[in-house]
């Protein structure tokens, strides 16, 4: 296979990865039948990054892809010199492919003198060089407006969805939501499940990230399977807690879905240490050595994102890939 894909118009596509997680890149690059181009890339002594590309990017319609795992500000950076690597390099068009958005989590202000550094990420990339975002399951949906070009929005419901849906008998199923910002999607699962839905009521600690001072249940899970869907585990603390208060109002099991295994600090000793009995997560994030556990399954997302990029490279429809989630 050669690195890079023609049509008979004589447009190319080429796919680039940093090393963040470049075995996702590799599974996308095979769902396309093509190969990553070469890549040289390095650290200096002092952090400083360097990138070269190994063959000609001119005329290319350019994919880059870099999921933005610890140590997330290194890999940030490194998609950013990528881009402006291909921009004067004559690139025809360059898509920044983001499996996981770094800094997602920070898109509007809570308190006063806060930084809204999701729209901080998009302006860098669009800086850079980047004429159009890709991403997966976003923490919320006004990030889209945070960029100025175009944005396809991919999501990971259908493939966790359809995993769940093959593995519990859907009438004993309930879809929970851990807390009111995830009801739509949550709603968007027991569509596709046919299930009730319940959801977790939690209060936070605005002084503390990862923390909550209290779970209630709200809705009918006693001896039901609940399944806690949500966009990503970090540290596993508010969804541990959430599965406990499960647990306390009857739930005969409980199941965590998320597309983006962030799991950082505390999360290996909490997810072995939890009651729940799988965690199910896409592989938008390369997973710990520590987490490679019977309770965790990963799914991969390389055959959706590969879909997008072709419908983007033939000028397609990347909604028309995702029918009935938004």
Not at 305 to 322: N, P, Y
């Amino acid at each position: 296979m050669s690195s890079g894909i023609t049509t008979s118009g004589e447009k190319k596509l080429k796919l680039f990865s940093g090393r963040a997680h470049p075995e996702l890149a590799k599974e996308v690059a095979a769902a396309l039948g093509t190969e990553l181009v070469p890549t040289k890339a390095l650290d200096f002594a002092n952090g400083e990054i360097y990138v070269r590309f190994l063959e000609s990017a001119r005329g290319a319609d350019c994919f880059v892809m870099q999921s933005h795992t610890a140590p997330i500000n290194q890999w940030i950076m490194e998609q950013l010199i990528m881009i402006d690597a291909l921009k004067r390099a004559s690139a025809r068009s360059i898509t920044a492919i983001l499996p996981f958005y770094g800094y997602a989590r920070q898109d509007k202000k809570h308190l006063g003198r806060e930084p809204i550094s999701a729209r901080l990420i998009a302006d860098l990339l669009a800086q850079a060089g980047a004429d159009r975002l890709m991403a997966v399951d976003l923490h919320t949906a006004q990030i889209q407006g945070f960029f100025a070009g175009p944005v396809d929005h991919l999501f990971a419901l259908p493939l966790l969805c359809d995993y769940i849906g093959e593995k519990v008998d859907r009438s004993k199923l309930t879809v929970v939501s851990p807390d009111a910002g995830r009801v739509k999607v949550a709603d968007q699962w027991c569509d596709r499940l046919d299930a009730p839905l319940a959801i977790i009521h939690k209060r936070r600690d605005m002084s503390q990230a990862n923390t909550i001072l209290s779970a209630e249940v709200v809705g009918d899970v006693q001896d039901r399977v609940c399944v806690l869907v949500d966009d990503m585990i970090d540290t596993a603390g508010t969804i541990c807690a959430a599965a406990d208060a499960l647990f306390e109002n009857g739930a005969a099991d409980v199941i965590v879905a998320a597309t983006h295994g962030v799991l950082s600090g505390p999360a290996a000793d909490r997810l072995k240490n939890s009651r729940v009995s799988e965690f199910v997560f896409t592989n938008t994030l390369p997973t710990p050595a520590a987490l490679q556990l019977d309770k965790v399954t990963t799914l991969s997302i390389a055959p959706s994102i590969a879909a997008a990029i072709r419908e983007v490279f033939e000028e397609g429809s990347v909604t028309s890939l995702f029918q009935g989630v938004h």
